[in-house]
């Protein structure tokens, strides 16, 4: 069945694979937002363009769509496009997301991953002997970490 409907398939590469179509997506959904939004059209500053061509865009071509459309909603009545007005966060390929916005230090950052983990985890795993199993670690760890986040079961 399957090849009876798969006759034509086609790929389309990621944004970052097809970086020539980077500035003039960007230009359409700058034009497009602009006249839907009742925004006067802006030129993308060669910061802007230079930032977008080097970008991962591990969002796609989605990412970008957002992008524009909220640096033309927020519009501060600027004559160009800035990269401070696309607002992407900072990414690295195999890193991820930055947060420049981060105060604290590593210990802070662990807490805060470990009870958001917990947190998320602890409604599938119900039990601390469950959890304690699916994240390798003694269940009276377990235990005391979800008192120490002020974890409890829901009722």
Known sequence: MYYRIHVLSYHIPSLRERKIDIIPLTEMFLEH???QLSSPVRRISAQCREHLLTYAWPGNVRQLKNAVFRAVSMWDGSAELTVEQLKLPSYA???GYFDDEFEGNLDDAMKQFEGNLLR???PAYPSTRQLAKKLGVSHTAIANKLREYQI???R
């Open 33 to 35: 937002y602009s006249q």
């Open 93 to 95: 390929e195999g890193f």
């Open 120 to 122: 998320r985890l602890y």
């Open 152 to 154: 409890a079961k829901r």
